[in-house]
């Protein structure tokens, strides 16, 4: 019997077959195709059960994972995703643009459609300046920006219907609103929200735990994911991390220097050229170096900032 995997830890799982949701463990605790991972199974996933216990795994279309540093292995968050709900805040807390590119690039590396939804568009007071520069270059490079108020209303309808007959993953930042949007999503659903932590200006954390959530539509699911303070992707190559950033792509390889390029100094190279033009905006380049020196193992940067 097939079942949709709605959360879980260790060797046991919430599953919904068509009878209902039922607790498996996996039969022998290692499972068949999901080695090298932090964790064997994640919400979305598909998996053959029989008499309470997980045999087999359907393969994934894509997963949605960062890269897990006391396992050291790519720990998966969301399985046979159709979208990627990216969720950041104007204010409170503050705008993360960096945070958001690694975020994104997670999805261009997993084959996802990413939204960015700035959150708390009510607080337009309270906005930095840079703001509404950054959101517009997101969509500049291709990405749908969604600008709402969880607590107002305010785009939520037009979140309901960009998601509509499509299984979503929504991830960001502890403080952005996540539990509050799904509870705007999923009325009467218990879910737990948290205030932000003045003192720091950051989130604390009130969802502990991936889990698959249903709609009232019947046909709509919400991956709802814990918030970070910092997200590392997938392990990517460093001379590849070029080829997962929409707009450095099309350069890869024109360099003067080709692929050997380091991007930074080199005479002829195309990268720095486009920043110099504005292509590639000055704050993605940044990112861009932080997050391949970070493969590459010689830097960390633990706030994503």
């Known amino acids: 019997m097939k079942a949709l995997v709605l959360r879980g830890s260790r060797n046991l799982f919430t599953v919904r077959t068509g009878d209902g949701e039922t607790e498996c463990r996996i039969k022998g605790k290692v499972l068949k195709d999901a080695e090298g991972y932090y964790n064997p199974l994640a919400p979305g996933d598909i998996v053959e059960i029989e008499d309470g216990l997980i045999i087999g795994l359907e393969k994934r279309k894509n997963h949605f994972a960062r890269f897990n540093q006391k396992g050291q292995a790519p ?48 607080l337009a007071d309270e906005f930095d300046p840079d703001v509404e520069e950054r959101l517009q270059d997101f969509k500049r490079i291709g990405f749908t920006v969604l600008r709402i108020s969880a607590k107002t209303g305010l785009g939520v309808d037009e979140l309901k219907n960009l998601i509509s007959g499509k299984v979503c993953v929504i991830c960001g930042q502890s403080g952005v609103g996540k539990s509050t949007l799904i509870k705007k999503l999923i009325p009467g659903i218990e879910i737990k929200t948290g205030a932000l932590n003045e003192k720091y200006g950051r989130g604390n954390h009130t969802t502990i735990q991936t889990s698959l959530y249903g709609l009232p539509d019947g046909k709509t699911f919400i991956i709802d994911t814990p918030g970070f303070r910092r997200f590392a992707p997938e392990r990517i190559e460093p001379r590849d991390l070029i080829l997962y950033m929409r707009e450095f792509a099309p ?3 024109k360099c003067s220097y080709g ?15 486009a920043v110099q033009a504005g292509v590639i905006h000055e704050d993605r380049y940044e990112s861009f170096l932080r997050i391949r020196d970070e493969m590459a193992g010689t830097e960390t940067y633990p706030d994503n900032d």
């Not at 998966?76 to 969720?87: G, S, V």
């Not at 993360?96 to 990413?114: K, M």
């Not at 692929?259 to 050229?273: A, Q, R």
């Open 75 to 122: 720990q998966i968050l969301a399985a046979n995703a159709d979208l990627a709900l990216c969720m950041t805040t104007a204010a409170s807390p503050p705008f993360r643009p960096r945070f958001l590119d690694r975020l994104l690039l997670e999805t261009d590396y997993s084959g996802i459609s990413a939204v960015i939804i700035c959150n708390k568009y009510d």
């Open 251 to 253: 350069l890869a390889g």
């Open 259 to 273: 692929l050997s390029c380091c991007h930074i100094t080199e005479p002829g190279c195309k990268i720095m050229e």
